[in-house]
């Protein structure tokens, strides 16, 4: 963590957020991830394991979580978990330093130890601007992996 963590201008909870939304961190790949999720509706849960399939939503630059604050309820009511972290450098996030501290393959390091914590054998990655090169290049890292 560095200084950057202290920094005032950056996004906290705020009472007029919806109560199902949560913060919380993870460490993953020698980084703490923040991130906010809100769970499923529990209505609309039809999946053949009984859990909800997983959607991790990747912002863009210079963007963080919130930047699908429209969509976040959206996809909990349709029955996903949904999970939308501040990428590594962004907003709560870890910010290390040096350039290579933000190589992809750090990056789709970061997405996979953070669907594996949500103890998800498997996610819908979804991304925007430089987060949709991050879901992009995380997906097929998976699919040359795993086939």
């Known amino acids: 963590m560095t200084d950057r963590d202290s920094d005032p201008d950056r996004w906290t909870e705020s009472t007029s957020d ?3 939304w949560r913060n919380e961190t993870v460490r993953v790949n020698g980084v703490t991830l923040h ?7 529990p ?8 859990t909800a399939p997983l959607v991790v939503l990747l912002h863009g ?3 963080y979580w919130y930047a699908w604050r429209h969509q976040l309820s959206a996809l909990a009511e349709a029955g996903y978990r949904v999970v939308a972290p501040d990428l590594r450098g962004y907003n709560r996030s870890s910010a290390p330093r040096g350039v290579d ?3 992809m393959d750090e990056l ?3 997405v996979r130890g953070l669907v594996e914590s949500r103890g998800a054998p498997q996610a ?3 991304g925007h601007d430089f987060g949709g090169l991050v879901a992009c290049t995380s997906g097929s890292c998976w699919l040359i992996e795993h086939g």
């Not at 209505?43 to 009984?50: E, R």
């Open 18 to 20: 919806p109560a199902e």
């Open 35 to 41: 991130y906010v999720t809100v769970p499923p509706n």
């Open 43 to 50: 209505d609309a849960v039809d999946h053949p394991t009984g």
């Open 61 to 63: 630059f210079p963007e």
């Open 101 to 103: 501290s933000y190589r």
């Open 108 to 110: 789709v390091a970061d």
């Open 124 to 126: 819908f990655l979804v």
